[in-house]
C-alpha cells in the first residue's frame, strides 16, 4: 500500500470514530492482528470525554478485563507488556481459565493506561488480593511494591501496569484469575434467570452454558449483554480455582501474536504512523549530566526534509527514578532518515561535567576495590569471621569482577507523541505506562486523566528502568510542537546512551576450610555504585553453604553511569560471585562441587533447603554427572535461586553446563541441563522453556562477550561491531529441561535464571585449562591449553 | 528525484534521495514496516531483505540499488503465515519479542532456496543474525523443520 492509501485508510478509520484501525498495511486479518486507536480529535483539539479503548462501541464490556461479541470472541484486556515473555498468552490464559471461555477464541489487547488514571478497581477485589493475601492452597503471596509517587497498585483499575522483575504471573494471577470467574459467575445467574433454573444446575465450558436437565444450551456470545446488566450479588463470595482444577492453566499454549511476528504484522513502537507525523533524530550528550552548549542549526536548516530543531534540557531525574540523563538536540523532518542525516551535519557543542571528563573504568574499578577496605554496609556478622580463619588449615581469597552491561534490546528507543492544549497521546512500547503517563502530565501541565497512552509490543525489554528518557524525550519534543505528531526515534548509537546500565561490580570473598575441607568462615565484600541496584542485594544476606562464621558486608561509592535492573538485576553478578568461590572451595579440598554443594546446603536450616537439594540432585542425574567426558571437555554445576531464605515465594533451579574449549582457546556450550523448581504449577510451560533457552545464551553473552567501558566519560561501545552478541553457531546444542514440583508460589521465570553459565565456564575453563579467571567476560583472556 | 522500485511483485514510484538506504525508503515510503531499523551497520539482520532471492542487509544499501531489480520483504513471503518457513516457525513457537524475526525469516528463507537441506554447520555459516532474546535453539530447529516441508 502507498503512502497516500494508507494515509487514506487512517483517515478513513478516523472519520469512522474511534474505530479501531492498524497502522500496518494489510494487517487487518482475523484475531491476532494487534491494533491500537488513533483519537478521532488527533489532529483538531476537541473536547473527547467519551469511553476510550471499546474494541466495538456497540458490544458492553463484561468488566474491565473482558469483552464477549456475539460471535464469541472473546477480547481479554493485557495490562502488562508483551516484550517476548509470552505475557500475552500467560495473562489471557489466566482469566480463560476461570472464564471457561473457548481459548481458541481469546483475543488480548492492551488495557487502556488512561482508564486506569481515571477508574479505580472494584472494592471487593483489593480485599482478596492485596497486599498480605495467601493463596488459596497457602503457596505464597504477590510481592507488590509501593509505587508512590505514581498510581498504581493497590487500587487502580489495572492495577499493576508495570512489566519488571519477572512477575507478571506472579502478581497479576489472583485479580486476573478473579477478573474470569467474576464474569463467568455473571453469565450463569444470566443464563438462569433467562431458563428460571436454579444457577447451580448449570455447567460453562468452552463459551458453551449447558442445563442438562431441560437439554438446553447457550453461548457466552448470547448472553453476554445480559450479563453486562447483571451484577453479582455477592462478589466478595468469588473464589479463584486452586491449581489442582486448572484444566488451561499448566498446560503447553503456542504464544497468542506469534502468527503475527512471523508476517511482520505486530505492531511495534517503532512502526507508528499517523497522518501529519514529523520524525525526530536526536543526539544527546554522550557524557551523562552533560548538557548541549551551542549548536548550529543554521548549517542544515536547508537540508532535504528538515523541518526545526529543538534544545531539551536533562530529563527532570524525578521522572526517571532519579537517573541524570543528559541534554540533547533533536532535528525534526518529515522523514527519520532526513533528520538523522542532517543531525549527522550538524556541530553541536556539549558543556561537559569536570568531574565526569576524565573518568574511565579502569579507575571506576580500581575505587570499587578500595572502598572494599572501609567499613562497608554489614548485612550479617555472625560468629567471629576472623578468629575461624585464624584458626583454619587452609585459607583462600579471591576477588571478582563483573563489568557494567546493557539491554542492547533489538528495538532502538522511540515514542510517538501528540500534544494538545488538553490531551496528550503517546504510542509507545513501554514497561511502565504508569511512570510514562504521570511523566506527560508533568512535562506538558496535562493532567493525568487526559493523558492517553497507547501501548504497542515492544522488540525486547531485558529490564524496565533500561528504557531511560525515550518517552521524556518524545514529550518534550511535542510538546513544543503541539498539534504536530512527533515520533522520535534513537539510532543504536543512541540507545546506547539513552539506556540504563548494570552496574559495575566487584566482590572479595574470603573463606578458611578445616582439615576436612569444611568451610569454617566466609567473609564477603561485595562493591557497586550505590544507586546500582546492587549493594544490598549482591550477595547473601544468609549463606546459602554452611559457614558457622558469615560475614557480608557491601560497599558503595558514587558514579555517574546511570545504572538500572537489567535481566538478572543483583543476581546475576552476585551468583557469579558465589557458585565460582563455591567451585573453588570444593577444588581446594578436592570435593566434588555437586556433592560439595548439597552437603553444605543440607547443613543450613533455610526455609527452601531441601528444595535447593533436590534442583542440584536432579540437573547432576540429568547430565550423568560423574562419567567420563573426552579430553577438553568437561562440567560444571550451580545452583540459582532466589527467595530461599523466607517462607513464601521463591524460585530454585540448578544446572549442569557441558563445556568444550579447543587447544585454541575456543569455548563451546555443548550442553546445558536444567533443574527448574515449577512451583505448584506453571501457567505456561512452553513459555518458561522459551525463557529459559533465552537466558542461557543471554548469560552465555555476560560470562563470554559482552562489557561496556567508559573513556572520557563517556561509553565506549555503542553499537553491535563493538558490543558483541553471540549468533546462532554459539547456541548450545543440546538443551534438557526438566520442572520439579514443589510447594510454593514461583518468585519468576523471566530475569535471574541460567546465571550459572558464568561460574560453569568459568569452573570449565580451570578444569581444562588449569587457569582460573575472575573477571568478565572471559573472551579477553588467553583460554588456549596444551 | 523519482525513481521506480518493484517490491513484493508491486511497483512503486518513490520520492526521495536515491542514496537513501532501501530500508528507510521501504519502511517509510511504502509503509511496509515488517523490516526493522536495530543497528544501522549492517551488522545485526533485522533489515534483511531479498534483492533478486539474494538477502542483505538493507539498511546500508542505497535505494538506487534496487532499482529493476526484484525486491521481497516479509510481507512478500506469506502475508497469511502459511509459507512453510513461517509454518514451522509456528510450530515451534520460535518468536520471543519478535522484532528480529522478519530479518531471520528473510535469511533462512534464501538459504533454504539455495540449499534444501542445510546441515546444523551450514545454518551456522548462513544464520549471521542477532536475535537478542536468544531464540535460537528454536530457529535451528524450525529451519530444519521448514527444510522438509518445502521438500514434501
Known amino acids: 500500500m502507498s503512502n497516500s492509501a494508507l494515509e487514506a485508510n487512517q483517515k478513513d478509520s478516523v472519520t469512522r470514530n474511534r474505530r479501531e484501525f492498524l497502522a500496518v498495511a494489510g494487517a487487518a486479518t482475523g484475531a491476532l492482528v494487534l491494533g491500537f486507536w488513533v483519537p478521532a480529535k488527533q489532529i483538531s483539539a476537541a473536547e473527547d470525554s467519551g469511553p476510550t479503548w471499546y474494541e466495538n462501541p456497540e458490544v458492553p464490556e463484561l468488566n474491565a478485563w473482558v469483552v464477549i461479541e456475539p460471535d464469541d470472541t472473546v477480547t481479554i484486556r493485557i495490562a502488562q507488556t508483551e516484550l517476548g515473555q509470552g505475557v500475552w498468552t500467560s495473562n489471557a490464559m489466566m482469566v480463560c481459565e476461570e472464564l471457561q471461555c473457548d481459548w481458541s477464541k481469546v483475543r488480548p489487547q492492551y488495557a487502556s493506561v488512561n482508564r486506569d488514571a481515571r477508574e479505580s478497581a472494584p472494592e471487593w477485589t483489593l480485599n482478596v488480593m492485596g497486599d498480605g493475601a495467601f493463596d488459596p492452597i497457602g503457596g505464597g503471596e504477590p510481592l507488590f511494591r509501593g509505587r508512590e509517587p505514581v498510581r498504581g497498585i493497590p487500587d487502580s483499575l489495572y492495577r499493576r501496569m508495570r512489566t519488571n522483575e519477572a512477575s507478571s504471573v506472579r502478581d497479576g494471577r489472583y485479580y486476573l484469575q478473579l477478573a474470569g470467574a467474576e464474569i463467568r459467575e455473571r453469565l450463569l445467574l444470566s443464563a438462569a434467570a433467562l431458563w428460571d433454573v436454579p444457577v447451580i444446575e448449570l455447567t460453562a465450558k468452552d463459551s458453551i452454558i449447558n442445563h442438562e436437565k431441560s437439554g438446553r444450551s447457550t453461548t457466552y456470545g448470547k448472553i453476554a449483554h445480559l450479563a453486562a446488566e447483571t451484577p453479582h450479588p455477592n462478589p466478595e463470595s468469588i473464589n479463584i480455582k486452586p491449581p489442582h482444577e486448572w484444566t488451561l492453566m499448566g498446560t503447553e499454549q503456542n504464544n497468542i501474536d506469534v502468527p503475527a511476528k512471523v508476517t511482520g504484522q505486530v505492531v511495534y513502537g517503532i512502526d507508528v504512523r499517523l497522518p501529519g507525523m514529523k520524525w525526530a533524530a536526536i543526539r544527546a550528550c554522550p557524557v551523562y549530566g552533560g548538557d548541549v552548549s551551542n549548536y548550529d542549526f543554521d548549517a542544515i536548516r536547508d537540508q532535504p526534509g528538515v523541518n526545526s530543531a529543538v534544545q531539551l534540557p536533562i530529563p527532570d531525574p524525578s521522572l526517571l527514578r532519579g537517573r541524570t540523563f543528559s541534554g540533547s538536540v533533536a532535528v525534526i523532518a518529515d522523514h527519520w532518515y532526513q533528520a538523522k542525516t542532517a543531525l549527522d551535519k550538524m556541530t553541536i557543542e556539549w558543556d561537559i561535567p569536570s568531574e565526569f571528563a576524565a573518568s574511565n573504568t579502569a579507575d571506576m574499578h580500581r575505587e570499587l576495590v578500595s572502598v572494599m577496605a572501609e567499613a562497608g554496609n554489614v548485612h550479617m556478622d555472625q560468629g567471629d569471621v576472623e578468629a575461624a580463619i585464624a584458626g583454619a588449615t587452609q585459607t583462600l581469597e579471591a576477588e571478582y569482577s563483573t563489568p557494567y552491561l546493557p539491554r542492547a534490546r533489538m528495538e532502538p528507543g522511540n515514542a510517538t507523541v501528540l500534544v494538545t492544549s488538553d490531551r496528550v497521546d503517546i504510542w509507545i512500547g513501554d514497561q511502565s505506562p504508569q511512570e510514562t503517563r504521570r511523566s506527560a502530565s508533568l512535562i506538558t501541565g496535562v493532567p493525568e486523566e487526559n493523558v492517553y497512552i497507547h501501548l504497542c509490543h515492544l522488540g525486547g525489554g531485558f529490564g524496565r528502568n533500561g528504557n531511560g528518557p525515550q518517552a521524556e524525550q518524545a514529550i518534550m519534543i511535542a510538546n513544543e510542537n503541539r498539534g504536530t505528531p512527533i515520533h522520535l526515534l534513537w539510532t543504536r548509537e543512541e540507545d546506547f546512551i539513552g539506556t540504563t546500565y548494570r552496574a559495575m561490580g566487584v566482590a572479595r570473598l574470603r573463606a578458611g576450610l578445616n582439615a576436612d575441607g569444611w568451610p569454617v568462615s566466609l567473609e564477603v565484600r561485595t562493591a557497586m555504585q550505590e544507586d546500582g541496584f546492587g549493594p544490598t542485594s549482591s550477595f547473601d544476606t544468609a549463606s546459602r553453604y554452611y559457614a558457622p562464621n558469615y560475614r557480608f558486608s557491601s560497599h558503595s561509592t558514587k558514579f555517574h553511569v546511570p545504572c538500572g535492573t537489567r535481566r538478572g538485576v543483583g543476581q546475576a553478578a552476585h551468583e557469579f560471585y558465589r557458585e565460582t568461590f563455591i567451585d573453588e572451595l570444593a577444588r581446594a579440598a578436592g570435593k566434588d562441587p555437586y556433592l560439595y554443594r548439597r552437603e553444605l546446603i543440607s547443613r543450613t536450616d533455610l526455609p527452601h533447603r531441601d528444595d535447593m537439594i533436590r534442583a542440584l540432585d536432579l540437573a547432576a542425574e540429568m547430565s550423568d554427572w560423574g562419567t567420563p567426558l573426552p579430553l577438553g571437555t568437561a562440567r560444571a554445576i550451580a545452583l540459582e535461586e532466589k527467595g530461599v531464605e523466607a517462607k513464601g515465594t521463591a524460585t530454585i533451579s540448578a544446572m549442569v553446563h557441558t563445556v568444550s574449549i579447543s587447544k585454541e582457546g575456543q569455548v563451546r556450550l555443548e550442553r546445558v541441563d536444567v533443574a527448574l523448581d515449577q512451583g505448584f504449577s506453571l501457567i505456561n510451560p512452553l513459555s518458561v522453556k522459551k525463557q529459559i533457552e533465552g537466558q542461557i545464551i543471554w548469560f552465555y553473552n555476560d560470562a563470554m562477550h559482552q562489557a561496556n567501558t567508559v573513556v572520557e566519560g563517556r561509553i565506549v561501545e555503542n553499537n553491535f561491531d563493538q558490543f558483541s552478541i553471540s549468533r546462532i553457531k554459539e547456541d548450545p546444542p543440546e538443551i534438557n529441561i526438566q520442572f520439579f514440583k514443589t510447594e510454593h508460589w514461583m518468585r519468576g521465570m523471566g530475569h535471574d535464571r541460567a546465571t550459572s553459565v558464568q561460574s560453569g565456564i568459568s569452573d570449565a575453563i580451570f578444569q581444562i585449562t588449569g587457569k582460573r579467571f575472575r573477571d568478565l567476560p572471559f573472551s579477553q583472556h588467553d583460554l588456549s591449553w596444551g | ?152
Open chain 2, 1 to 152: 528525484m523519482a525513481f521506480d522500485l518493484e517490491v513484493n511483485g508491486n511497483a512503486y514510484s518513490v520520492e526521495a534521495d536515491p542514496q537513501t538506504p532501501l530500508l528507510w525508503v521501504i519502511r517509510d515510503q511504502l509503509g511496509l514496516t515488517g523490516t526493522k531499523f536495530s543497528c544501522g551497520i549492517a551488522q545485526c539482520g533485522a533489515c534483511t531483505v531479498h534483492l533478486d532471492g539474494v538477502p542483505l542487509r538493507s539498511c546500508r544499501v542505497p535505494a538506487s540499488v534496487a532499482v529493476g531489480k526484484a525486491v521481497k520483504t516479509i510481507e512478500g513471503v506469506s502475508l497469511d503465515g502459511d509459507h512453510p518457513v513461517q509454518v514451522a516457525w509456528k510450530e515451534f513457537d520460535v518468536p520471543q519479542c519478535g522484532y528480529c524475526q522478519s530479518g531471520m525469516i528473510m535469511s533462512s528463507l534464501a538459504l533454504l532456496e539455495k540449499n534444501p537441506n542445510p546441515t546444523d554447520a551450514e545454518i551456522d555459516a548462513e544464520i549471521t543474525n542477532i536475535c537478542r532474546c536468544s531464540t535460537y535453539h528454536r530457529i535451528r530447529q524450525a529451519i530444519h523443520r521448514a527444510a522438509e516441508l518445502m521438500r514434501a
